[in-house]
């Protein structure tokens, strides 16, 4: 059984798509640190660009950043 699934392709890319999903989860916040609870001002409601690619929250904060850091607690 587990090598009939372990030889399905859609199997490879769930699972790689979940270990990519839970190495997000175990590295983001770390490597973020702080930077999902920086609020900045002049940057509220913007655009996704190349320096915020999902752009910003009303707060100012980047929406990028803020998925990550949450991914631990969603998958919690």
Known sequence: MRRAFLRSPSALIGLTVLGLVLLVAILGPILLGASSQQMNVQDTNLTPSPSH?????ALGRDILIRVVAATRLTLG
């Not at 690619?53 to 929250?57: A, E, Q, R, S």
């Open 53 to 57: 690619l999902l752009g910003t929250d």
